[in-house]
C-alpha cells in the first residue's frame, strides 16, 4: 500500500500547527532545500512560507527594545534546540528566496515576509553579537527580494536598512548594500530614491573607486554610482566639493583601462590622396555558389563568413579609408 509522499506530509505537519509536527517539517525543508536546490517551489507546499515565518517571529518577544538599557540577553533562556529551529526556518527562506519565483511570491503573495526581514536588520547586532547568523540570512532575503518590491517612500524600514550598510565595516554587508540600493534605483516606480544618501556615505563609495585589488567590489561601487548620478542635485553636491569631481574624474578614468594592456601597432599612411572615382564604390558580388554556402550556415556563424568572403575580394593594397587618411597593408612579398 502507498503511503503519502513527503511534501504531502510536510503540508500536513505545517498545516496541523502541533510543535512537534512543524519541528519535523523543518527539518524536512532544510533537508530538501539543501538535496533539491532550485526544485524547492514555496507556492506548491501550503503554508511553506508562513510556518517558517511563524517559527522566527517567536524570537522577537526575547530581543530587549531598547540598547540603552543593561544588557538581559533573555534570548540566551532559549534551549538550544529552540534557536536551531529559528535558524532552519531562517534558512529554508534563504534558500527558497534565491530562485527568482520563490522571491517573486515571497514579494508579492506574503508581504508579511518583508515586514519580519526589516525587523530582523533592525536589531542591536552590535550588542547581541550571537544574532549575526540570523543578520546574515535575513539580508541574503532581502537582496534576493528587493528587486520586486515596490518603496514607497524615503522612510521606508528596508531602504534606511539598505542606507545603513554603506557605513559598514563588513565588506560583505557593504557590497551587498551597494548591490540592494542600485537595484532598487533601477525599479522605474522607484524613481525617487537614492536622493538623500548622506555625504558621508556617498564619499565612501566614492573613495571605494581607488581600490585595485577588489573587482568585486569595485563593481559594486561602480553600480551604485551610475544610478546615484541620474539625479542632478547628487552630481551637483560632487561637484560642489573642492576637488571632488576632479577624483572621481581621475578614478573613472583610470578605470576605464582597467585590464587593458600596452601594444604597439605601426602602419603605413599614404601622402597622397586616392581619387574617389578609382575606389570600387561597390564591393564585388558573389556567385551562386557561395551564396548557396552561406545560406546554409546560422547565425552568427553567416555574417562573420559573409564579411570573410568580401573581403577577400577587394584590393588587397586598400583597406579602408576615413576622411583624408587612407591606410594600406602592403602584399605580402613572395619568396
Known amino acids: 500500500m502507498v503511503g503519502p509522499t513527503v511534501q504531502h506530509r510536510i503540508a500536513m505537519a505545517l498545516r496541523s500547527g502541533l510543535h512537534d509536527e512543524i519541528d519535523w517539517a523543518l527539518h524536512e525543508l532544510v533537508r530538501m532545500s539543501y538535496e533539491l536546490g532550485d526544485d524547492i517551489r514555496i507556492e506548491v507546499v501550503m503554508g511553506l512560507a508562513d510556518a517558517p515565518l511563524d517559527k522566527i517571529s517567536t524570537i522577537f518577544k526575547y530581543i530587549p527594545s531598547s540598547t540603552s538599557q543593561k544588557r538581559k540577553p533573555a534570548y540566551l533562556n532559549f534551549q538550544a534546540k529552540e534557536y536551531d529551529k529559528i535558524l532552519e526556518a531562517m534558512l529554508i527562506l534563504r534558500n527558497a528566496a534565491l530562485q527568482d519565483e520563490n522571491a517573486i511570491y515571497l514579494a508579492l503573495r506574503v508581504p508579511r515576509t518583508k515586514l519580519v526581514i526589516e525587523r530582523l536588520l533592525n536589531f542591536p547586532y552590535v550588542d547581541f553579537p550571537e544574532l549575526m547568523e540570523l543578520r546574515y540570512y535575513a539580508l541574503d532575503i532581502a537582496e534576493s527580494m528587493i528587486p520586486f518590491i515596490v518603496i514607497t517612500a524615503e522612510d521606508d524600514p528596508l531602504y534606511t536598512a539598505m542606507k545603513a550598510l554603506l557605513l559598514s565595516p563588513e565588506r560583505s554587508s557593504l557590497i551587498l548594500g551597494l ?51 541620474t539625479y542632478k542635485s547628487n552630481v551637483h553636491a560632487i561637484v560642489s566639493k573642492s576637488g571632488g569631481m576632479t577624483k572621481i574624474v581621475d578614478s573613472l578614468v583610470r578605470l576605464m583601462g582597467y585590464g587593458a594592456k600596452d601594444q604597439r601597432v605601426t602602419i603605413n599612411v599614404l601622402k597622397r590622396m586616392i581619387p574617389l572615382e578609382k575606389l570600387n564604390a561597390e564591393p564585388p558580388a ?32 586598400l583597406i579602408f579609408c576615413v576622411g583624408s587618411v587612407h591606410v594600406t597593408k602592403k602584399p605580402p612579398t613572395k619568396t
Open 286 to 317: 558573389l556567385s551562386q555558389e557561395i551564396l548557396s554556402g552561406l545560406l546554409k550556415l546560422n547565425e552568427p556563424e553567416r555574417c562573420v563568413q559573409w564579411y570573410k568572403t568580401r573581403s577577400s575580394l577587394i584590393d588587397v593594397n
Open 179 to 229: 548591490k540592494s540600493l542600485a537595484r532598487m534605483a533601477v525599479n522605474d516606480e522607484n524613481n525617487s530614491l537614492l536622493q538623500d544618501i548622506p555625504a558621508e556615505s556617498s564619499l565612501r563609495v566614492q573613495q571605494l573607486l581607488l581600490l585595485e585589488d577588489d573587482e568585486e567590489l569595485v563593481n559594486a561601487a561602480l553600480d551604485f554610482l551610475y544610478q546615484f548620478t
